[in-house]
């Protein structure tokens, strides 16, 4: 059940809450008052404080996952960053794309004197300083991250991912009319530009889905801790999604939740496909030297020079030390005998043993993102930048490998 809006009179001086979007849903015993903000704004971080300090609650909810509410925590945590770690876990491309998300925060936070998400801080903060439990209601960025990458074909994956490149190679200042849309919408969706709200897929992954998650985690600890009253706080551009999920969901929460939370699994066909391309090259130059000896070598040449040379290219552009362009360029040609293994392990590999990442280069990282250039000065950016280069280097040889010795043997 939904009641009206309260008058801003009720809670201080109108100037404070007068034009911030709030709503109030009752479930059982307990209401749960929905404050709609903007994740760039003075006024909403006042209008946090403000309810907080008015009306009395047994808990606060912030549009917030357990990583993200750490690292606003802790400003130090990248520094417990395991370079190597999260290049042998696979997780370069989904750190370059965090710091991508990073890197466009931050050109809000220098434009307009203020960090994105100062009222989910001025929120848990003000929770903590009086004991008031902290509920941590959105999905992690980097499963939402993948569900929009998984739910989109090849033409909006590249739209995915030049949302974020733009996010970091822009160096104009963030408009008016762009500013007034993330206040009214969400981070995420700001970051990909209209290219969320053409995408019904992809806006359904960052922004529908996250409704129904947040409603979800609200109903499970309502569930877990009763309560009576719940300051939710999340962005102006979730307010109607949660307000609606919160009167209609009518599905047992942890189950949705595990539900949403889960990564589907990429299709098939890629593997495949390339296994296939993998079996008939190396059938193709079997061929070759049974055919002639000489070209079955020229063969086995241009796959070494196409994936290699390709691999070790991508190593350099990403500024790779020369030897971990040479890895590259060794460990491309083997990929057949070491399946799963990209060759940007092995080059990413050799740039943090030989550039380990300084204390400088992790108090800087959210500086340097911030400018295209500063990808390739930082010891950590550049290094997922060789990992991602060299992987994408290594798969354009990869093919024209292939076209060339498959046309050869025809």
């Not at 003000?126 to 074909?153: C, F, H, Q």
């Not at 590249?158 to 160096?171: D, P, T, Y």
């Not at 359904?204 to 979800?216: G, K, P, T």
């Amino acid at each position: 059940m939904t009641t009206e809006d309260p008058r801003p009179e009720d809670f201080g001086p109108p100037d404070v809450l007068q034009d911030q979007p709030i709503r109030r849903v009752v479930l059982g015993d307990t209401e749960f008052v929905l404050l709609g903000t903007a994740h760039v704004s003075r006024a909403s971080v006042a209008a946090v404080q403000a309810m907080i300090e008015r009306e009395h609650f047994d808990a606060i909810a912030v549009e917030l996952d357990s990583n993200r509410y750490a690292s606003m925590r802790d400003p130090e945590l990248l520094r417990k960053m395991d370079l190597f770690q999260v290049i042998r876990q696979g997780k370069a491309g989904l750190v370059a794309a965090n710091l991508a998300l990073s890197a466009f925060q931050r050109r809000l936070a220098e434009q307009y004197g203020i960090e994105a998400g100062a009222e989910l801080k001025a929120a848990f903060e003000a929770a903590e300083a009086r004991s008031i439990p902290v509920w941590l209601i959105d999905r992690d960025i980097g499963i939402t991250l993948k569900r929009a990458y998984r739910s989109v074909g090849f033409w909006d994956r590249m739209g995915i991912i030049s949302g974020l490149g733009a996010s970091v190679l822009s160096s104009e200042e963030i408009g008016e009319q762009d500013i007034e849309k993330l206040k009214r919408g969400d981070m995420l969706e700001s970051a990909f530009s209209e290219f969320a709200r053409e995408s019904e897929p992809l806006y359904r992954s960052l922004i529908a889905e996250r409704d129904s998650y947040m409603a979800a985690r609200l109903r499970e600890e309502q569930i877990k801790t009763p309560v009576r009253r719940v300051l939710a706080v999340v962005g102006a551009g979730h307010l109607a999604g949660l307000e609606r999920e919160l009167n209609e969901q009518n599905a047992p929460p942890v189950p949705l939740r595990a539900t949403l939370d889960t990564v589907p699994a990429g299709a098939s066909w890629p593997k495949w496909l390339a296994l296939g391309m993998f079996v008939a090259i190396a059938a193709a130059i079997g061929l070759l030297f049974y055919k002639d000896a000489s070209l079955g070598t020229d063969a086995l040449r241009d796959w070494i020079l196409f994936t290699g040379g390709l691999a070790g290219l991508g190593a350099l552009a990403g500024g790779g030390h020369p030897l971990s362009v040479l890895a590259a360029a060794i460990a491309a040609p083997l990929k057949p005998f070491r399946p799963g293994i990209p060759p940007g392990v092995a080059s990413a590999g050799v740039e943090v043993w030989l550039r380990k990442p300084r204390v400088a280069d992790f108090d800087s990282l959210r500086h340097d993102v911030s400018v295209w250039t500063g990808w390739w000065k930082n010891r950590i950016s550049r290094t997922l930048l060789v990992f991602l280069l060299t992987n994408f280097g290594g798969m354009i040889g990869v093919w024209l490998a292939g076209f060339r010795i498959l046309k050869s043997l025809a």
